[in-house]
């Protein structure tokens, strides 16, 4: 009798997928593009030219909204809503829980006379009044105090989303508790983004430019595996816990490194194109697909936006992903590290500041000579080296614990990489002047035939947790299941606050009678001299750098519970209070609700293991324990002095008397409530049932490689890493 792993894998054998779904040839990608979202194009279209221009000030220029703009915009984008086959609109907002919440209205209301009538005005585009009692809020309201509000965010346009049963308007939201403070991700990046456009703004201005608004942009680059949906089914704990809580390496997995770049299987190039397909139609620019480094992994990446437009498309790319592979049989999992011993999955966060005409940290072919850039770069560098800390706790969590330090993801020490040509002009400024910068000239290749290749001055650094890649820096250590909004309201607060420090220094030097240039030749040199403690650009990954970094005074906070109590620092409260980015209040709510996140990840993750070693994976070693006894007492029943099969059984009897062992540690660890505020149950949760749930893990992989292959209730890493 087939096994249900065996049933699954016949199953996926048989199985014929429809991948013809998307047509290019007949819809061309720029006809999708933006098709069904109610952006500056459709505005100016649908909306009176003075209620357009009042719109579009908000947008570009953060001016505030005018209360009589909205009644006409609604109205407008009822009608064309309509047009999409709309029936039910939504305010979507991004509660603490790191995903997106929607509760959907419908669009008709009765007449009085038996009929009914369409019905949304801008009292209801503007504000929403969802429950929030059952949202995390860390102690900032009890749960009878159930109102909260969500309201329009008017810079991130509306879209219809698309069902078989009708289409949903959705407008992007804030989401704010009855009080007045932040219960969700968008607002405090907001709040970032405004604090820093008002200290980049005081630096432009020194140098004669009067920008209205400096916004900064991000390129989130997603990696993600796909596996078969007959073996996600087959597994607990990727069903609960989005990992593999077990699970012997497979005798092939990443050494070869044939996956990268290679070869898209055809299952998976149609699900990407019609996932592209969906993300065009919403306005998401995405741009690059390909096979990432593990086997069954993959990396779709957008074009730059802006931060706050780029995180609802990040989350919107989440969902597309994850809706679409049902279609094509197969589970998308972006868990940081769903499978043990190959690489696990980052959300490479591309971060720049812009003006509406200029990239403040483009460097230009003479970066030496372009003092502007080097202002805002030497600011980045300051703000990194200040606040790493804070720049720590943005990227901790339970699931990026597993990944942060391997050997695929950057350490938890944050440092920065800087590249040949932009280390050589830091150290000359700190001499005291910088005269050239360091050229890449031409490729030689070697071939006749191939064009002669620009060649970049400098070289990348995967290992580095925030590199300088060209004309960005590139925040790595982002977890691929993040909510790229904490990262990116940490990020634009500490640089503001280094903008800051630098604009005040400046003009202050500048109304002493010295010029511009005179000013940032005696402030540069300071900066750089405190920074260049974070700055490495070798191998992140080796037992060296740590020696090397601890040496430097760098933090090394090696764990989420090691991270989680910089949130309630004095220097911490001080800086987001500053600048109106978080309360005391606020902030304190975040400790609780990450140690809780962290805590309920851990537990959850404990209760499948002893759920799946109990009635899964111990069954099947007694079973086959019982086997072996049985061919063993045979065999000297008929006379075999030493037969075959002791040893095996001697192995079975170790790694089963291991496993008992083990899930008897973690059951009373899982068991155990600890005492005191949510962060004690968060230590408590790493120091007690992470090591029991490993203890439990071993013994369990041990027994996989020994079991029967038949007996063998899950399925195995080689299946879902290679059956596609």
Known sequence: MATPRQEAIRE??????????????????????????????????????????????????????????????????????????????????????????????????PDGVGGA?????????IKGEPDASSFPSGGLRATFEARGYTAWDPTSPAYIMENPNGSTLVIPTAFLSWTGEALDKKTPLLKSMDALSVQAV????????????????????????????????????????????????????????????????????AYMAEVEAELFKLGVPVKTR?????????????????????????NLTQEILRKTADKYGLVCLLHEKPFAGINGSG?????????????????????????????????????????????????????????????????????????????DIIEQIEKGGAKTSKQGGMFQTGVSVLPQLPKEAGDRNRTSPFAFTGNKFEFRAVGSSANISGANTVLNTIVAESLDYVAT?????????????????????????ESKKVIFNGNGYSAEWHAEAAKRGLPNLKNTVDALPVIIEAETIALFEKYKVYTAGELKSRYNILSEAYVKAIVIEGKTAVMMAKTM????????????????ASARAAG?????????????????????????????????????EPFDHAKYARDSIIPALVATREAADTLEGIVGDDLWPLPKYREMLFIK
Not at 70 to 91: I, L, N, P, Q, R
Not at 117 to 123: D, L, P, R, V, Y
Request: hydrophobic letters at 40%.
């Open 12 to 109: 996926i054998a048989l199985s014929k997928h429809q991948l013809n779904r998307v047509d290019f040839k007949t819809t061309h990608i720029k006809e999708l593009y933006g098709k069904n979202v109610f952006n500056e194009e459709t505005q100016r279209a649908r909306l009176p030219k003075p209620i357009f221009k009042a719109l579009q000030k908000t947008i570009k220029q953060g001016a505030p909204l005018d209360p009589t703009v909205a009644d006409a915009v609604a109205s407008a984008m009822k009608d064309w809503a309509f047009e999409k086959g709309a029936t039910h609109y939504t305010h979507l907002f991004q509660p603490m829980t790191g995903i997106t919440a929607e509760k959907h209205d419908s669009f008709l209301a």
């Open 117 to 125: 009538i369409a019905e949304f005005s801008g009292k209801e585009l």
């Open 202 to 269: 005081r630096v432009l201005k020194l140098f004669g430019k009067t920008p209205d608004r400096v916004i900064t942009t991000v390129g989130p680059e997603q990696e993600y595996f796909l596996i078969d949906k007959s073996f996600y089914y087959q597994r607990p704990d990727l069903l609960y816990c989005g990992r593999t809580l077990f699970g012997a390496p497979p005798p092939k997995g990443q050494e070869l490194e044939d996956q990268y770049f290679g070869t898209i299987p055809e299952r998976v190039l």
């Open 290 to 314: 390909h096979n990432e480094v593990a086997p069954s992994q993959y990396e779709i990446a957008p074009i730059f936006e802006n931060s706050n437009l780029a995180t609802d498309h990040q």
């Open 347 to 423: 959300k490479h966060n591309n971060w720049s500041m812009s003006t509406d005409t200029e990239n403040l940290l483009e460097p230009g072919h003479t970066p030496h000579e372009n003092a502007q850039f080097l202002v805002f770069t030497a600011a980045v560098l300051r703000a990194v080296t200040r606040y790493s800390k804070i720049l720590r706790l943005a990227i901790a969590s339970a699931h990026n614990d597993h990944r942060l330090g391997a050997n695929e993801a950057p350490p938890a020490i944050i440092s920065v990489f800087l590249g040949d040509q932009l280390n």
């Open 505 to 529: 220094e400046l003009e202050k030097i500048v109304a002493g009678g010295k010029t511009l240039t005179d000013a940032i030749q005696a402030l540069l040199p300071g900066l750089i001299k």
């Open 617 to 632: 994976i111990l069954p099947a070693a007694l079973k086959y324990q019982k086997d072996v006894a049985d061919s063993v």
């Open 640 to 676: 075999v002095a030493n037969p075959p099969g002791v040893e095996t059984l001697s192995s079975l009897v170790t790694a089963i008397n291991a496993l008992i062992k083990g899930l008897h540690t973690l059951e009373h660890a899982v068991g155990h409530e600890a005492e005191g």
